[in-house]
Structure formats: structure tokens, C-alpha cells
């Protein structure tokens, strides 16, 4: 089948509109009209090379949802018609990873990804007869995608599919940092560095359980405008005004921090931020290479660092939960979508992204 795709030729360049073949699921995939796909900053990593986390030519794209057209062998419990969520951790139940229990790592998909295919390390997207590599097994940059029907999730049908698109990344991540990685206790301090789809998540998932003081730190006043109306009990520009007296002053140091930037600078500051007994949990991915630099005086007060993939999520059960937080108006995902564009408006979407405008850009097809 012939569909339109944003093909990107190699790191750094623009999107390409163009005609792509998309071939039919194969055993344990479904293929999935896609109806909305947010720009993370994942997509962006790959796009400027900070991350290497797919061969070029790549369609990329991976926060996404849609409407299933059609389902390959072996898949069950999805069926034509249903609506899902598309995600970045399928799994394949057999490898180390899936048998002990934590199916975000699992070796078969990250092998896939790797190579820019899915489980069989093939890709179901060509140009012209030519491979066009497939972005975390998603590949959503597209008006159709093949997935691991694994790595999806049915959700009800009262669920906006642009909204639920925000979930299968930025909210499961931002969010599943605060409530399964760290276990944000009720009553507890929080700061959060770095407010954009992930950031903003970890704020609402701090409001959400309880925490009495949230801190929200960026440059943008835009981006802390959208803190506020997520949660944020304080909010702190830290191009005008010191992040860590400012955290200080309002709680002595924050029980909880995360850092969504992951750069290695205000990593270091985040860090001194955390209080007595505070554990700082760095969301944000680093750059390949990345060295981190931090006072080693905080020790001393039992303070930690600890690490997070994908918000320690439970990807089935998680996703069902916050539609149902959504729906009960609990969760916000409104507030976070701050354009709408189609496949022509990526190019520029990605220069607000890197600039650190806005919230969430998500592309939709009607
Ligand atoms: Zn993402
Ligand atoms: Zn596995």
C-alpha cells in the first residue's frame, strides 16, 4: 500500500514528504491508521544525532495512537477497528528481560530497534524498493504504521486519539517517574527541572498523588505558565533567578527531584537541590557519552541518584489507568498540547522544539 510518510535522509536534515510503501503485518503485528503522534524529544535526538537510535533512512515518530486496519497472524485480544496506543517497549515474552519480569528492556525489540526493523529485524516501510528503516518499532511520522501488536494498547473509544497519543510516551514517562520509579509520597517536596511533555507530567503526577509543595524549573515562562496550570505550587525561571536558593527558600531542599533537561548542567543543580534524605531521578536522556559532574557533599545527608527508563512503567495496565484519570478529569492532557500540525508543519515543529518553545507538537491526520 502506498501512503505518505516524513522520511528524514540522514541526521540533522529536514523532513522529506514522500509516497513510501508500507507492506502487511506479519506474525504478531497489526497494522494501525494513525491518527495522532506527539514530537518528543526522542524524535528530536534522532533527528540532531545526540542519540544514535536508528540507521537513516528512517521514518521516526514513536508517541502515537490510531485506529487498527488490519491484524497479522498470531495476535490476539486486538481486533479491526480498535482504537490503541502505540508504544516504544513491545516485548517478546521469551528473552531474559521478559522472563524475569521487566519487559521495557527486552533484548528482541531492542535488537529491532537497532537495526531500524521489527521483531524479525525487518522493516514493513520502503521507498522505491529500497529499506526505509522503522523508528522504535513505531515509525509514526506516517499515515499508516506496522507494529508489534505487543507493544500496543487497546483503550476506549471515548479516549481523543491526539490526546491519547501524549500517553505512550511523555505521560508514561514523566508521570510513571513520580509515581512508580521514585514513589512520590503524599505530603512529600518536589522539584521538577525541565518543563516540557515530560516535565509537565512528572508535575501533574506529583499533584495527582499528593505531594504538598511542586516546584517547577525552566527558562521558559511560557513552559512555567503550563507548570502552574498542571500543578505547580511554585514555579522558578532559572535564566533570571538561582533554581537551587530558590528551592531552598521555599522548602530547604526538595524530598523528590527529577531532572527532565538531561543536560549535564542542570543536572548538577538539580542535584543540589534534593534535601536531607532527598533522592534526584534523572528522566531526561543524556547525549551519547555524557559525563555528569556533581558535589559529592549531599552524600552525607543519605541523599541518592537514581536512573529511570520509560517511567518504570507497567505499559498495559498504566495506559488504562491514566485514560481513565483523564477521562475523570484527574489528568490533564489538554493543557500540554500547545499545536496541532500536519506531516508539512514537522520541519518547523522540530525548530520549536529545539528552541524550547511550547508544550507538546502533535502531528494529527484527520
Ligand atoms: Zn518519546
Ligand atoms: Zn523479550
Same mark, same amino acid.
Given at each position: 500500500?502506498?501512503?505518505?510518510?516524513?522520511?528524514?535522509?540522514?541526521?540533522?536534515?529536514?523532513f522529506?514528504?514522500?509516497?513510501?510503501?508500507?507492506?502487511?503485518?506479519?506474525?504478531?503485528?497489526?497494522?494501525?491508521?494513525?491518527?495522532?503522534?506527539?514530537?518528543?524529544a526522542?524524535?528530536?535526538?534522532?533527528?540532531?544525532?545526540?542519540r544514535?537510535?536508528?540507521?537513516?533512512?528512517?521514518v521516526?515518530?514513536?508517541e502515537?495512537?490510531?485506529?487498527?486496519?488490519?491484524?497479522?497472524?498470531?495476535?490476539?485480544?486486538?481486533?479491526?477497528?480498535?482504537?490503541?496506543?502505540?508504544s516504544?517497549?513491545?516485548?517478546?515474552?521469551?528473552?531474559?528481560?521478559?522472563?524475569?519480569?521487566?519487559?521495557?528492556y527486552?533484548?528482541?525489540?531492542?535488537?529491532?530497534?537497532?537495526?531500524?526493523? !521489527?521483531?524479525d529485524?525487518?522493516?514493513?516501510?520502503?521507498?522505491?524498493?529500497?529499506?526505509?528503516?522503522? /523508528?522504535?518499532?513505531?515509525?509514526?511520522?506516517?499515515?499508516?504504521a506496522?507494529?508489534?501488536?505487543?507493544?500496543?494498547?487497546?483503550?476506549?473509544?471515548?479516549?481523543?486519539?491526539?490526546?491519547a497519543?501524549?500517553?505512550?510516551?511523555?505521560?508514561?514517562?514523566?508521570?510513571?517517574?513520580?509515581?512508580?520509579?521514585?514513589?512520590?509520597?503524599?505530603?512529600?517536596?518536589?522539584?521538577? /527541572?525541565?518543563?516540557?511533555?515530560?516535565?509537565?507530567?512528572?508535575?501533574?503526577?506529583?499533584?495527582?498523588?499528593?505531594?504538598?509543595?511542586?516546584?517547577?524549573?525552566?527558562?521558559?515562562?511560557?513552559? !512555567?505558565?503550563?507548570?502552574?496550570?498542571?500543578?505547580?505550587?511554585?514555579?522558578?525561571?532559572?535564566?533570571?533567578?538561582?533554581?537551587?536558593?530558590?528551592?531552598?527558600?521555599?522548602?530547604?531542599?526538595?524530598?523528590?527531584?527529577?531532572?527532565a533537561?538531561?543536560?549535564?548542567?542542570?543536572?548538577?543543580?538539580?542535584?543540589?537541590?534534593?534535601g536531607?534524605?532527598?533522592?534526584?531521578?534523572?528522566?531526561?536522556?543524556?547525549?551519547?557519552?555524557?559525563?555528569?559532574?556533581?558535589?559529592?557533599?549531599?552524600?552525607v545527608?543519605?541523599?541518592?541518584?537514581?536512573?529511570?527508563?520509560?517511567?518504570?512503567?507497567?505499559?498495559?495496565?498504566?495506559?488504562?489507568?491514566?485514560?481513565?484519570?483523564?477521562l475523570?478529569?484527574?489528568? /490533564?492532557?489538554?493543557? !500540554?498540547?500547545?499545536?496541532?500540525?500536519? !506531516?508539512?508543519?514537522?520541519?518547523?515543529?522540530?525548530?520549536?522544539?529545539?528552541?524550547?518553545?511550547?508544550?507538546?507538537?502533535?502531528?494529527?491526520?484527520?
Amino acid at each position: 500500500m502506498k501512503i505518505k510518510a516524513a522520511v528524514l535522509d540522514e541526521v540533522g536534515k529536514d523532513f522529506r514528504i514522500a509516497e513510501v510503501d508500507i507492506d502487511k503485518p506479519k506474525s504478531g503485528e497489526i497494522l494501525v491508521k494513525v491518527a495522532a503522534s506527539g514530537l518528543c524529544a526522542s524524535d528530536l535526538n534522532a533527528i540532531d544525532g545526540k542519540r544514535k537510535l536508528v540507521p537513516f533512512p528512517a521514518v521516526i515518530g514513536h508517541e502515537a495512537a490510531g485506529v487498527v486496519t488490519e491484524v497479522g497472524p498470531d495476535v490476539s485480544g486486538i481486533a479491526v477497528g480498535d482504537h490503541v496506543v502505540m508504544s516504544i517497549v513491545p516485548n517478546c515474552g521469551e528473552c531474559e528481560w521478559c522472563k524475569r519480569g521487566i519487559p521495557n528492556y527486552c533484548a528482541t525489540a531492542g535488537d529491532a530497534m537497532s537495526v531500524g526493523g !521489527l521483531f524479525d529485524k525487518t522493516s514493513r516501510l520502503s521507498e522505491n524498493g529500497s529499506k526505509l528503516n522503522q /523508528f522504535l518499532c513505531v515509525a509514526s511520522f506516517a499515515e499508516y504504521a506496522v507494529v508489534p501488536a505487543s507493544g500496543a494498547v487497546v483503550i476506549p473509544k471515548e479516549m481523543p486519539l491526539d490526546r491519547a497519543a501524549l500517553l505512550s510516551c511523555a505521560v508514561l514517562t514523566g508521570y510513571g517517574a513520580v509515581v512508580n520509579t521514585a514513589k512520590v509520597q503524599p505530603g512529600s517536596s518536589v522539584a521538577v /527541572f525541565g518543563c516540557g511533555g515530560v516535565g509537565l507530567n512528572s508535575i501533574q503526577g506529583a499533584r495527582i498523588i499528593g505531594a504538598r509543595t511542586i516546584i517547577a524549573v525552566d527558562v521558559s515562562d511560557e513552559k !512555567l505558565e503550563i507548570a502552574k496550570k498542571v500543578g505547580a505550587t511554585h514555579t522558578v525561571n532559572a535564566a533570571k533567578e538561582d533554581p537551587v536558593a530558590f528551592v531552598k527558600s521555599v522548602c530547604g531542599g526538595a524530598d523528590y527531584v527529577f531532572d527532565a533537561s538531561g543536560r549535564e548542567a542542570t543536572i548538577s543543580q538539580a542535584w543540589l537541590a534534593t534535601g536531607v534524605q532527598g533522592q534526584l531521578t534523572l528522566v531526561g536522556l543524556l547525549k551519547n557519552g555524557a559525563q555528569l559532574t556533581i558535589d559529592a557533599g549531599p552524600f552525607v545527608n543519605e541523599q541518592s541518584i537514581k536512573g529511570c527508563y520509560f517511567g518504570s512503567a507497567n505499559l498495559q495496565k498504566d495506559v488504562i489507568s491514566l485514560v481513565k484519570s483523564y477521562l475523570n478529569g484527574q489528568l /490533564f492532557l489538554d493543557e !500540554l498540547i500547545s499545536e496541532r500540525i500536519g !506531516l508539512e508543519g514537522l520541519n518547523d515543529a522540530v525548530k520549536r522544539l529545539r528552541a524550547g518553545e511550547g508544550a507538546r507538537n502533535v502531528l494529527v491526520f484527520d
